[in-house]
Each structure stands twice: as structure tokens, then as C-alpha cells.
């Protein structure tokens, strides 16, 4: 299955705009298995049939997960054992909700230049950094806010 049309695989300098990849995965029905809020099946399982399906859904979820995610990373997150697992330690390790990824953006706007591009590659270059400053900038201010009210 297709990951929602979401283009941009995870990398080192982009979680805040790949985190969309949830959305995809609360429409298929799956969100619960990302926070562990879905029951699980009892232990023992009630039947090989209720087992079978807990496999077969978080082996589906692993698989859209892995797909959304750059292959210069995969390789360290691949052997991990469940999808929570995995959701979890992507969002541990790329979540940069910092002040130094949006120094980094200001950075990257500041250095960008339309060149050779035409407008519509260097506008939608432009927007793209614009809307993760634009999400950093509200993660970031949610946090201050949480803090102060702690």
C-alpha cells in the first residue's frame, strides 16, 4: 500500500514536516499501535485468528513506517521488533524541536537562491523550509508553554 502520497521520506533535517506521516497512518485506522492506546490481545491469545491478525497489522505498520523513512537511516531501525518500537525511537531521535534546527533554518533560507531553478522549484524550496519554521515555531512554543505552566 501506498504511504498517503507523503513524498518526503524522514531524514536527519525534516521531522517536522515528515511527522504528516501519521495522519496517513490514523486514516488507515492504525494510531492506536503508534501510542500503544489499541488493546492488546490477551495473554495467551483467545485464538491463533486473534494472534495472526496482531502480527499481521503491526508487520503492515512496520512496513509503512520503514517505506516513509530515507534509506540512509532505515538500515537502523529495520531489526527493531514492533512498530511502536520503531514510531518511538524515529520520533526520540529526529524530533529536533530546537533551537538549533531553527537557527539551521534561518541559515538555509538565508543561503537560498533561485539560480537555475525555475520559480515554481524555488517557491516550493522556499515553502517547504518556510512551513517547518512555521511548525518548529509552534512545537516550540507549546513546549515553553508546558514548561511555565509546570
Not at 492488546?40 to 485464538?47: A, E, F, N
Not at 512496513?63 to 540512509?72: H, Q
Not at 520503531?86 to 537562491?113: A, M, P
Request: proline fraction near 3%; aromatic fraction near 8%.
Amino acid at each position: 500500500m501506498e504511504t498517503g502520497g507523503i513524498n518526503a521520506k524522514l531524514n536527519s533535517k525534516n521531522f517536522a514536516l515528515w511527522v504528516q506521516f501519521r495522519m496517513f497512518v490514523e486514516g488507515q485506522g492504525f494510531a492506536g499501535h503508534l501510542d500503544e492506546s489499541t488493546k492488546k490481545p490477551t495473554v495467551p491469545p483467545t485464538s491463533n485468528q486473534e494472534l495472526a491478525k496482531c502480527v499481521q497489522s503491526d508487520a503492515e505498520l512496520r512496513s509503512w513506517i520503514l517505506k516513509s523513512v530515507d534509506p540512509s537511516i532505515v538500515l537502523g531501525f529495520h531489526l527493531l521488533p514492533i512498530a511502536t518500537v520503531i514510531w518511538k525511537l524515529l520520533c526520540d531521535t529526529y524530533d529536533t524541536t530546537s533551537v538549533t534546527r531553527q537557527f539551521e533554518l534561518e541559515i538555509e533560507l538565508g543561503n537560498l537562491h533561485q539560480g537555475n531553478q525555475d520559480v515554481t522549484t524555488y517557491f516550493n524550496s522556499a515553502r517547504l523550509l518556510w512551513t517547518e519554521q512555521d511548525l518548529l515555531g509552534a512545537a516550540l512554543s507549546s513546549q515553553q508553554s508546558a514548561e511555565l505552566q509546570a
